[in-house]
């Protein structure tokens, strides 16, 4: 920032950027200038803008709510943002770099010291609504095989019948829906199709991996859309669930040749002093050629003595 241009800004938002120490969100309160030197500001800082190295990570502690003074040539204009405190500030670019798949594992174990350091000494503040939180894989072919793999921890998923809703980023495109194609091709909703390269990023929703998630996953549309809405209609939500125990997908899993399924599914939901019990009772018969025969059979009770009863078979769904 020049000298005039830095006068003019006094009283508004400015980044001082310390290079391997990080950088720094604050207020311009004053310049000053001394012939044939580079001119200073007095800097209140606010936020962190932009976490240290992992080498200089104590920085962080350096500057919070700090007024000080800063050659010119390390500061620059910035933007309103929204008010927060310097620990908050912190606490988010840590989560960020911590669920980031391109931060190496060595790195986001120093930055989970550092997050846990902080979550002591700092008064923690109500949070705000966050990034939704994806699980990133790496794509691989192994002998001809192509499976995801989960970085850091290696954790492998076959990619073929995968049941999760799969998010891709060609070449660095936006990220979009696609399912998977054949070897390293993929196809999005439009019918396009896409190919990545070995370790090329492929993310899934971790709202996937949630049990109820699952659970709904495995109900056709009506049935599913009926199940949630008498659910929402006695004033709960999936944030009240408390147990949710899938026989159904107990038995796929135990029992991967068997085509035949019956039994009994049952989620508990309790919100303050109420409570919400559904019993799912599910036949299933997998056909290789025709249409699967789905039934299911839905008991809504809650402790006030409601009562719902409704069935799904395949083409109709009736309630009463």
């Known amino acids: 920032m020049k000298r005039q241009e830095a006068f003019e800004h006094q009283g508004r938002p400015v980044v001082v950027d310390y290079g391997r120490s990080g950088a720094y969100y604050g207020i311009l309160e004053q310049t000053s200038a001394a012939p044939r030197k580079i001119w200073e500001g007095r800097v209140r800082i606010q936020q962190a803008h932009r976490l240290p190295d992992v080498e200089k990570k104590e920085a962080v502690h350096d500057f919070n709510l700090e007024t000080i003074t800063v050659p010119g040539t390390k500061i620059y204009a910035a933007d309103d943002r929204t008010p927060a405190s310097y620990e908050h500030s912190v606490v988010q670019l840590l989560e960020k770099e911590i669920s980031s798949p391109l931060v190496p594992y060595s790195d986001k174990k120093e ?33 001809g095989n192509v499976f995801l793999r989960e970085a850091p921890d290696g954790q492998a998923l076959d990619i073929e019948d995968c049941p999760f809703e799969l998010e891709i980023s060609p070449a660095g495109l936006p990220w979009r829906r696609a399912v998977h194609y054949y070897d390293m091709y993929f196809r999005n909703d439009h019918g396009q199709i896409f190919e990545l ?17 699952i659970f709904l996953n495995e109900l056709e549309d009506p049935s599913r859309y ?26 796929l899993m135990q029992e991967p040749e068997e085509t035949s399924f019956t039994g009994v ?22 056909h290789a050629e025709d249409e699967d025969y789905v039934f299911d059979r839905f008991e809504i009770t809650t402790d006030k003595g409601v009562r719902n009863l409704f069935i799904y078979t395949n083409s109709f769904a009736r309630g009463q």
Do not use: M
């Open 265 to 286: 599914n049952f989620l508990y939901f309790r919100k303050q002093q109420s409570v919400l019990i559904v019993q799912h009772h599910y036949e299933r018969i997998l």
């Open 197 to 213: 390269q070995e370790h090329d990023h492929v993310r899934i929703h971790s709202d996937q991996f949630r049990p109820f998630a």
């Open 111 to 143: 930055w989970k010291h550092l997050l846990h350091s902080l979550s002591v000494t700092f008064t923690p503040e109500p949070k705000e609504p966050q990034e939704e939180s994806y699980i990133y894989y790496e794509i691989h072919r192994s002998r």
């Open 226 to 251: 009926s199940l949630v809405k008498n659910i929402h209609s006695n004033g709960f939500s999936k944030e009240d669930l408390i147990e949710c125990h899938n026989h159904l997908l107990y038995q």
